[in-house]
């Protein structure tokens, strides 16, 4: 049985003893130190060397001391996992992306949430399949500038992936101010986004089933327009069980990033920035891309060039150099068909050619959903072993 050596950071006692009865539970933590100031690089490092280091949980009290220390073991030990303890707000969610931490505890936060992360912590380091590695592809599509047709995209991309057989796609509205998905489905749903988030704790099937609506074989989990503010966490537990239940999640996020935005891009596979051609447009879109940058977000980046015509000044070419982004897919400029659409609650028409751009997207995103294996860790035999489950000492 692989035996996991942990350390909690903490300047907080109270915070220190959560996470250290929280970790004494498991049956998989063979030892845990308790330091009580940010450690040295050269404490750090010699942990690291000795293996005695796979799992960190690092308060953020000091949040400058906490982020080098991370930054630091995130360098120099790769595999180790990292819980973040910090505020909930988007700068701090940010630089933790940047830094490559992707799981937080927010201060304050219950035990049953801080014994939920650890666990799927635990489980990441014991190699079993976890719902974020095997489960379903996450989209996010967001707008460059307000008005350059994300949520519409991404509506006729979930209806579009709905139609591939035995694929199950689910359509989520992250908009709490001025939500469309709804609207754009001609749906008059009873239940909501936040009735989801807030039963997500005890979400089964047959909960689930009476929240979400269905437009043929897409499900949708639309929001309401009460600019609600949503517990740390729940976005995330919410994701877990969209990816353990259906193939590919398509987000709708709001221009404006709040943390559960954040989460979700932390959690995306894909993030879809939507664009025109006009130049207000792209240069709005030039900022929202180097905002998104500074969350660590590059890779996962895309350009969706909406309204596209070959005549315009500013083409596809000119458009990827400036903003810096490979333009994924262009989707040409059909102003009939999208009213046509939305005044039936209805896809395109999949045999035009916006509809056959939409069709090639989600074909795009079905396909690329691959299982893999988990990758099998070998225990690494100490040197020694200087921690045990021992009293709160200091570095």
Not at 32 to 53: C, N, V
Not at 291 to 298: H, I, S, V
Not at 328 to 345: F, H, M, Q, R, W
Request: charged share 25%; proline share 5%.
């Amino acid at each position: 049985m692989y035996r996991i050596q942990c350390c909690v950071i903490s300047p907080s006692l109270p915070v220190a003893t959560l996470f250290r009865s929280q970790l004494e539970q498991s049956a998989f933590v063979d030892g845990i130190a308790s330091l009580a100031e940010y450690p040295s690089s050269e404490i750090i490092g010699r942990m690291l060397r000795l293996g005695a280091l796979d799992f960190a949980i690092v308060d953020c009290e000091d949040f400058t001391q906490a982020a080098a220390v991370m930054r630091q073991i995130r360098t120099e030990g790769p595999n180790v996992e990292i819980i973040a303890v910090c505020q909930e707000e988007v700068r701090t969610l940010s630089e933790l992306l940047r830094i490559g931490v992707r799981d937080y505890v927010p201060c304050g936060a219950p035990a049953e949430l801080a014994r939920d992360t650890i666990e799927r912590s635990i489980e990441k380091l014991r190699g079993r399949p976890q719902s974020a590695r095997n489960g379903g592809t996450i989209a996010a599509f967001i707008p460059g500038k307000s008005g350059s047709g994300a949520s519409t995209i991404t509506a006729n991309t979930a209806m579009a992936a709905a139609r591939t057989p035995a694929k199950k796609t689910l359509l989520l509205d992250l908009d709490r101010e001025a939500p469309v998905q709804a609207f754009l489905h001609r749906l008059h749903p009873e239940h909501f986004l936040q009735e989801a988030l807030a039963n997500v704790e005890d979400m089964d099937r047959s909960i689930w089933d009476r929240l979400v609506s269905l437009r043929n074989a897409l499900a949708i989990l639309p929001a309401e327009a009460d600019g609600s503010a949503i517990e740390g966490g729940r976005m995330q537990k919410l994701l877990d069980f969209a990816r353990r239940h259906y193939d590919l999640v398509c987000v709708d996020l709001p221009g404006p990033l709040d943390s559960p935005s954040v989460e979700v891009l932390f959690e995306a596979k894909h993030v879809f920035i939507a664009c025109t051609q006009d130049l207000a447009a792209v240069h709005v879109t030039i900022r929202t891309v180097d905002r998104l940058r500074r969350l660590g977000l590059e890779k996962e980046m895309r350009i969706l060039l909406n309204r596209y015509s070959r005549e315009h000044v500013m083409s596809r070419e000119r458009i990827a150099g400036l903003v810096n982004l490979p333009v994924e897919l262009t989707l040409p400029n059909d102003y009939s068909a999208i009213c046509a659409s939305v005044e039936k609650g209805k896809a395109v028409d999949p045999a035009s050619p916006l509809g056959k751009a939409y069709g090639k997207l989600a074909r795009t995103l079905l396909n690329e959903r691959a299982e893999s294996a988990p990758k099998e860790r070998k225990f690494l035999e100490f040197l020694y072993q200087p921690f045990r489950k021992s009293s709160y000492a200091r570095a």
